[in-house]
């Protein structure tokens, strides 16, 4: 169960970002899960919102799109910003 | 989190909203969680912004294994990244090994468990410098710890180094350290079937160690089954059977190795 560590850094990468375009906040993030990747997407799902807590991506929805081999990389994010 | 009402998680910290409130019952507090950013003003206008991103989650454990990995060919180290399952005999085949090996080429070993430097101490005084990283919690090695140990455990004249990983078919496979090459071992205790059911490891190692040969006239395991499945994964694996035990295999298992040094 290294799902927690995935989770992390993916909030670490989007965190980055989202500091990078001076965001508010992130809205949510799109990530692509493949089934050889040895991610499992429902106990991404489950420490997702824990492992959010306290940064930019707290309360950021997370969809997981399924893919066939090895992928595991951030497709998009959504984030707020000032206009 | 305040464990009393739960204010303060994830869910309460809707953007836009005040931090300090009282409760009814008997207690009062401000919100005592840390920010890494500035909360939006209420009045200030925000405006929502896709943005396509197409980069990789482990992107920084990545970004460390290609220092490693640039710093060992640099240093003329070959290193491999040893994966099975608990008990398969990956730190007996080193014990093995590295008596073999010594005198003649020189190895290095950083060995990864949950807990103890057992494995550690097995396989000192057999001429390798050897390191434990003890995960505590983690089930796997990350680039970051095995980059920390590199100038400490690659000394001069260091050929080989055998990264032996966690003791796990998952986790370990999603993390690159660095290594030049994954080598699987799968013990013939195991079911031969363990391939297939594991793909993303054996998906990943060129080369696979079939183990404690010496036990198969005992169990009821196909040799034949489990090379198909692993040709099924990997059709290019190099599949080599050995017992650390009985010798068995070890002879072609130590030619091989002293092939692959830089």
Redesign the interface.
């Known amino acids: 169960m290294h799902e927690m560590a995935i989770a992390l850094a993916l909030i670490e990468q989007t965190g980055k970002v989202a500091r990078e375009q001076n965001a508010k906040a992130i809205a949510g993030i799109t990530v692509v899960v493949g089934r050889l990747s040895g991610t499992d997407p429902d106990a991404l799902r489950a420490v997702f919102e824990l492992a959010a807590e306290e940064t930019f991506a707290a309360g950021a929805s997370l969809d997981i799109e399924p893919a066939n081999g090895r992928e595991l990389y951030i497709k998009s994010m959504d984030i707020d910003v000032e206009s | ?1 305040c464990k009393d009402c739960g204010c303060g ?3 309460d ?3 836009g909203h005040h931090h300090d409130h009282s409760h009814d019952s008997s207690h009062s507090h401000t919100f005592h ?8 003003h209420p009045n ?18 990545d970004a460390h294994a290609e220092e490693n990995r640039r710093w060992l060919t640099a240093h003329g180290v070959m290193a491999i990244n040893l994966i099975s399952s608990p008990g398969a005999g990956k730190t007996y085949l080193l014990e093995r090994t590295l008596e073999r090996l010594r005198g003649e080429v020189s190895c290095a070993v950083i060995t990864g468990d949950q807990c103890t430097d057992n494995d550690a101490r097995r396989l000192m005084g057999k001429g390798a410098e050897v390191r434990q990283i003890e995960t505590i919690n ?3 090695l ?1 680039a970051v710890r095995v980059g920390e140990l590199l100038p400490e455990v690659v000394g001069n004249g260091v050929k080989l180094l055998f990264i032996e990983n966690i003791g796990n078919l ?2 370990p ?3 690159d350290l660095g290594e030049h090459f994954k080598v699987a071992l799968l013990s013939a205790t195991e079911g031969e079937d363990k391939p297939v059911k594991y ?3 054996f ?2 190692a060129p080369v696979v160690v079939l183990t404690k040969m010496d036990l198969v006239p005992h169990l009821d395991w196909d040799l034949t089954a489990c090379r198909r499945y692993l040709r099924t994964i990997r059709p290019d694996a190099q599949i080599m059977e050995l017992s650390a035990k009985t010798g068995q295999g070890m002879d072609n298992w130590v030619q091989y190795l002293r092939g692959i040094t830089l």
């Open positions: 989190m998680t994830a869910l910290r809707v953007h969680g840390s920010h890494d950013h500035i909360h939006p200030t206008p925000l405006e929502r912004k896709t943005i396509e991103l197409e980069r990789k989650v482990l992107a920084d454990n983690s089930c796997h990350d998952v986790c496979a999603a993390f793909p993303t490891l998906s990943m």
